[in-house]
């Protein structure tokens, strides 16, 4: 969790919210122009996302009441304290929806959550479209994920391989712990 406002906390590191963008309707510049975020490759721009898009955001990660419950996008509060675990992974999750990356590598990302939460938000990032890989001991991950990729303590005596890559449907996959 960033130092700032629940707006900031949905933006980041995608997008930079100042203080001018959050106090005009629709997160719009002083100057009238729209914030832009330049992505890496310097061709494809994109609309900062608006306060309705990220209460439309909240909604899909099941966070709809927290502006109402803090005082709005604008407060600012010890993020990382008032939240739970839980809420601060679906916080991320909603960071995510909003950037709307090609890949995203998600460690452990709903450990703090329940199995239909963790539905809901793999559910969300699949229908938007994101490439994603996980790192997880749960074994609920694998409904949400093709392939697996299993590491074990490497021999350095031996040559044969430490890893393999397993269909996530194979009997076996469902069964076993998963490693990272």
Wanted: proline residues 4%; charged residues 25%; contains cysteine.
């Amino acid at each position: 969790m960033v130092l700032g406002t629940l707006r900031q906390q949905l933006l980041y590191p995608a997008w930079n919210a100042t203080v001018e963008e959050e106090a005009t309707p629709g997160g719009s510049k002083i100057d009238g122009s729209t914030p832009l975020l330049i992505r890496d490759d310097g061709n494809e721009k994109c609309n900062k996302p608006t306060t309705d898009d990220l209460m439309r955001t909240l909604e899909k990660v099941c966070l709809g009441h927290i502006a109402d419950r803090f005082g709005g996008l604008d407060s600012i509060h010890e993020w990382s304290s008032v939240l739970s675990l839980g809420e601060q992974q679906r916080l991320a999750f909603a960071r995510l929806l909003l950037a709307q990356p090609k890949l995203a590598l998600l460690d452990e990302s709903t450990s703090a959550l329940d199995e239909a939460n963790e539905a809901l938000l793999y559910q969300q990032i699949q229908s938007a479209d994101i490439t994603y890989i996980s790192i997880g001991h749960r074994r609920t991950l694998t409904k949400f994920h093709n392939k697996i990729l299993r590491i074990s303590t490497a021999d350095p005596k031996s040559k044969e391989r430490n890893w393999q890559i397993e269909d996530a449907d194979a009997k076996d996959s469902l069964y076993g712990p998963l490693s990272q």
